[in-house]
């Protein structure tokens, strides 16, 4: 191969991964267990865009097992950039210091309230599937975008179906709404 062949292939080789590395999906993501504001009854998992910070927010609740041994946490996450849809899959994770001795693990079933974090290069995507894996059960959560932005931006009808959604949907709006009556 001739010297100017490789700095075409060379070349070639650096544009294409600048596309890749320029491209949008997921760069990160993180679970982390929290304490709602005020303690509310059990309520569908909440999705928030944040075009600012290109970050995409799921809060919610889920049992996750032995209290002393396991957390909840991202299992996995996919984004289709055909669809420009992103899945993320939560579940129940070990965090056992010592997996040779499970006996040191309390035998209860915990539950807590949690916000996963997942960080995007890019647009955010349309359509969020969250799926909180419970051993074979499986709680799943679709949250098209458009669709949430025109719920949260419009007035509804007091005791309403769409006002009960936007309730637990757009917490912020809601809780902005109620302090100004």
Not at 89 to 105: G, T, Y
Request: include cysteine; proline fraction near 4%; charge should be negative.
């Amino acid at each position: 191969m001739n010297r100017r062949s490789f700095i075409g292939v060379l070349a070639g080789s650096l544009t294409a991964t600048a596309g890749c590395l320029g491209g949008s999906g997921v760069t990160g993501s993180s679970a982390e267990h929290i304490e709602p504001r005020r303690n509310r009854e059990q309520r569908p998992t909440i999705v928030a865009f944040d075009e600012a910070e290109s970050a995409i927010y799921i809060t919610g609740h889920m049992a996750y097992g032995s209290s002393s041994c396991n957390k909840v946490g991202i299992a996995s996450t996919a984004y289709d950039a055909e669809t420009n849809s992103l899945r993320v899959v939560m579940e129940s994770q070990s965090e056992n210091s010592i997996p040779f001795l499970p006996f040191a693990c309390t035998a209860d079933m915990a539950a807590t309230w949690y916000r996963a974090t997942v960080q995007f290069a890019g647009e955010l995507p349309q359509k969020v599937t969250v799926v909180e894996q419970r051993g074979s059960n499986e709680d799943v959560r679709v949250v098209n975008r458009r669709e949430q932005h025109q719920l949260c931006t419009t007035d509804h009808p007091p005791d309403s179906t769409e006002a009960k959604e936007a309730h637990w949907t757009c917490p912020e709006q809601y809780v902005a709404n109620s302090t100004n009556q």
